[in-house]
Each structure stands twice: as C-alpha cells, then as structure tokens.
C-alpha cells in the first residue's frame, strides 16, 4: 500500500464530523508509529531495561 492510500485510508475511518485538525492528529499519531517500526525493523529501538533507566531518571 502506497503512502498516499494509507493517508486515504485514515481519512475514511474518520467520523463525518471530523475536523481537520482531528484528520491531522491522525495523520500525525499513524506516521509515529510507522516511524517507530521502522526503527524497530532496523533494531534502532531501545530496550525495556534502557527504556526504564531514561523514564527513572524523570520519575525522580
């Protein structure tokens, strides 16, 4: 499936009333997530334990 409809397919699974900021929110959170595979596909991702060890630093 091309990027364009994927977009498109987003798009469809919006409410008849969605704004387009709401359409842009989706278009934004979809992209993330690929973008998170990808980096997970390409293991650039960080581990459970790394992931821990950066969040305990903030929970301090």
């Known amino acids: 499936m091309t990027k364009k ?4 397919q ?8 969605a704004s387009i900021e709401d359409a ?17 596909d390409a293991d650039k991702a960080l581990s459970h334990a790394q992931v821990k060890e950066r969040m305990a630093k903030w929970l301090k």
């Open 10 to 17: 987003a798009m469809q699974g919006l409410p008849d009333d």
């Open 24 to 40: 842009m929110e989706r278009l934004l959170f979809l992209s993330k997530i690929e973008r998170g595979l990808q980096q997970a």
């Open 5 to 8: 409809e994927k977009m498109i």
